[in-house]
């Protein structure tokens, strides 16, 4: 049974260029969330998708912006990077539950962007 | 923006001592998690906590959980060097389906 896998695992962008960064959950998840976290900080949250759609934001620009599809794989798209967008992005997943707020995610190894 | 406050930022112990770590949070929660995080790598998650819970075991770790000083702890017992790694609080409010995290505590089991 994989796990939560990202692509790539690193990638360098200069300013101004666009990115997009895959997800695929772990099997039997239908729920995608994104996390920015910078060096020496907790996860900022990003974003959270499920049944394709954008159900929750965090405090994030327009520039961020994302995808979900049908087989529950996810992407994370960054317009008109700046260098303060130099992170590591991290994706998990869980099984919507609709019920109790049991919210144990699986997280995957991450995609370390810099942009120079 | 940061709910959780973990404390300390950065701990230093002997192999085989206990590591506590702390976390103070600010609104009223549905729960409160546990992840570990090794070199800037994907989280695990520990251990989960519902608002109603006082204290939870798994293994070598005792979480608590105060809700009327809205702080958490982790305990960590007979520590290992494998446990040397950065630790985060999240927390799940009863307003949204967010989970927020702390800025972690550095733990660092010396040989």
């Known amino acids: 049974d994989a796990g939560v896998t990202q692509s790539p695992t690193h990638l360098i962008k200069t300013r101004g260029q666009q990115v997009t960064l895959r997800c695929s959950p772990k099997?039997?998840?239908?729920?995608v969330s994104w996390y920015q976290q910078a060096l020496g900080q907790g996860p900022q949250f990003i974003f959270q998708?499920?049944?394709?759609?954008?159900?929750q934001r965090g405090n994030f620009p327009d520039r961020f912006s994302g995808h979900q599809f049908p087989n529950y794989s996810s992407e994370l798209n960054v317009n008109a990077l700046l260098l303060g967008d130099s992170a590591l992005y991290l994706c998990?997943?869980?099984?919507?539950?609709?019920?109790?707020?049991?919210?144990?995610?699986?997280f995957g190894p991450g995609t370390r962007l810099l942009v120079l | 923006s940061q709910q959780g406050e973990e404390d300390p930022q950065a701990l230093s112990i002997q192999e085989g001592e206990n590591a506590t770590m702390n976390c103070s949070y600010k609104?009223?929660?549905?729960?409160l998690q546990w992840y570990r995080q090794n070199s800037g790598r994907g989280l695990v998650h520990l251990i989960l906590?519902?608002?109603?819970?006082r204290e939870k075991h798994s293994g070598r770790l005792r979480v608590t959980l105060d809700t009327s000083k809205k702080s958490s702890s982790l305990l960590i017992t007979a520590s290992r060097a494998a446990d040397t790694a950065s630790y985060f609080c999240?927390?799940?409010?009863?307003?949204?389906?967010?989970?927020?995290f702390g800025k972690g505590t550095r733990l660092h089991i010396l040989p």
């Open positions: 906590i519902r608002s109603n819970e």
């Open positions: 998990a997943s869980r099984q919507f539950n609709r019920g109790w707020k049991q919210e144990t995610q699986y």
């Open positions: 609104t009223s929660i549905n729960n």
């Open positions: 998708y499920y049944e394709e759609e954008e159900r």
């Open positions: 099997s039997g998840h239908d729920t």
């Open positions: 999240a927390t799940v409010t009863n307003r949204d389906d967010k989970i927020i």
